[in-house]
């Protein structure tokens, strides 16, 4: 792997939450005000799939998706622990809260053009506490649907002009992975 050289990158533009750079003759995207990304593949005590669908601006669509976001985002909070920001930010768009969160996959969501790295947590035990609906104007609805029919409820999202990010799908095979795991144990 070729390592980069510090001295070549520049910064093209700067804005509120994003920097555009250019390095070693790549033009990428950086948040510089967070410590990392999480998404949260969680399952209620009765099995069924917690996933929120909100406007996505960047592809003017609805976007299903696994509750995520940032850590180190919350003025004071910049050193926010991950496993603790998958906490916030499930608690924060669905109004759940786990009974057990474990880290499960780490790695870069978009390479090609952003210096992001996702990590990726199991939550278990989930239990509605709160409303929900994310923070400000993000106005985002949470779902709970069945592992049995998620395929079919994705379809009929799709139908009716969603989006489905394909982290779901990445969650879902994990699943399925842990399912075949226990079934065979």
């Known amino acids: 792997m070729?390592?980069?050289n510090p001295s070549d990158r520049r910064v093209l533009a700067e804005g509120a939450h994003l920097r555009l750079v250019v390095s070693n003759g790549?033009?990428?995207v950086q948040r510089p005000k967070i410590s990392g990304i999480v998404v949260i593949v969680g399952t209620t005590n009765h099995?069924?799939?917690v996933l929120v669908t909100q406007?996505?601006?960047p592809v003017g669509a609805?976007?299903?998706e696994w509750p995520a976001g940032l850590a180190g985002d919350v003025p004071g909070s910049e050193t926010e622990?991950?496993?603790e920001a998958a906490r916030r930010e499930l608690f924060e768009e669905t109004g759940f809260e786990a009974r057990t969160l474990e880290a499960?996959?780490?790695g870069p969501p978009s390479p090609g053009i952003s210096d992001e790295i996702v990590t990726f947590y199991r939550a278990r035990g989930l239990v509605r506490t709160a409303p929900g609906g994310g923070r400000g104007a993000e106005r985002i609805r949470t779902h709970v649907v069945p592992m049995s029919g998620l395929t079919e409820w994705l379809e009929i999202m799709q139908a009716k002009g969603c989006l489905v990010d394909p982290k779901v799908?990445?969650?879902a095979y994990w699943l399925r992975q842990e399912m075949d795991m226990w079934m065979h144990d």
């Open 2 to 4: 070729a390592s980069e």
């Open 55 to 57: 406007w996505r601006e």
């Open 26 to 28: 790549w033009e990428y």
């Open 81 to 83: 622990a991950l496993a």
């Open 47 to 49: 099995g069924g799939l």
């Open 104 to 106: 499960i996959l780490t």
């Open 169 to 171: 799908f990445a969650g």
């Open 62 to 64: 609805f976007v299903v």
